[in-house]
């Protein structure tokens, strides 16, 4: 599943995108997934679906949706995002979960912010619960915490695994400082306190992606638990009065 780079939009050349799907055991979600990607006004450069010790057939699901497909053996979503991470090739690398359900201009989306928005690193957006009554409302309630929260922790932007992105240049340049090994971490917001404040992440509204509601209804102690472990890994590298410092210090300069 490969696109031609180069693309442009009103004369102006847009960045190659890669989309990188962590999937374990998520073959019917997965391929709900790749249909949607398939479907894009601008076909990303290539889709990296991780394979992260499935026993069902996800690797076969990605195979057959001309998926780059990587194996991570390690199970957990640092190694198997990170494994997606360096392999991909694009200039920009999006992150989709294998239920994440794309609109059809999401590519573009990504690919047109960050063209427009040389100084900004990585993006993030938003979504909708798509297996759950008032699923926009209930999902601006929850990312709505989400951001306001891990925002006060960070000194600045986090970022939603479900829908963001960022330049590859920046994950090469950050790559090293990342948890790869302890599955019992949120990555995504591992990443973006490896990003920290010098780096601009900014919020789109307008990246909206359908999801499910799962995250709602499982293993809601197992996150808060994960939550509490990145932050003090994190915070043991650098306290949340320091990152602050920093932000602001950027700022008045």
Request: glycine residues 8%.
């Amino acid at each position: 599943m490969t696109g031609a780079p180069g693309a442009r939009l009103s004369g102006r050349p847009l960045p190659t995108v890669s989309v990188v799907v962590p999937a374990r055991d998520d073959a019917a979600a997965l391929e709900r997934c790749l249909a949607l990607l398939a479907a894009q006004t601008l076909a990303p450069l290539e889709v990296v679906v991780v394979d992260n010790a499935s026993t069902d057939d996800t690797a076969d699901v990605a195979r057959r949706a001309g998926a780059v497909v990587v194996h991570e053996p390690r199970v957990g979503i640092p190694a198997a995002a990170a494994a997606g991470y360096d392999a991909a090739r694009g200039e920009v690398v999006a992150r989709l979960d294998a239920d994440s359900q794309p609109a059809p201009g999401w590519v573009r989306a990504v690919a047109q912010r960050l063209a427009d928005d040389p100084a900004a690193e990585a993006v993030t957006g938003t979504g909708t619960f798509t297996d759950l009554r008032g699923g926009r409302w209930a999902c601006a309630l929850y990312l709505g915490v989400y951001y306001a929260s891990t925002g006060m922790a960070l000194g600045h932007t986090a970022l939603w695994g479900s829908c963001m992105a960022f330049r590859r240049s920046t994950w090469w340049a950050v790559r090293d400082q990342v948890e790869r090994v302890d599955p019992e971490i949120h990555d995504d917001l591992d990443l973006a306190f490896a990003l920290g404040p010098r780096r601009r992440i900014v919020r789109d509204r307008r990246l909206r992606v359908g999801v499910s509601a799962r995250s709602l209804r499982y293993a809601r102690r197992r996150r808060l638990v994960r939550a509490v472990r990145t932050l003090r890994l994190n915070w043991a590298v650098a306290p949340p009065w320091e990152r602050w410092r920093d932000r602001l210090g950027i700022a008045a300069r």
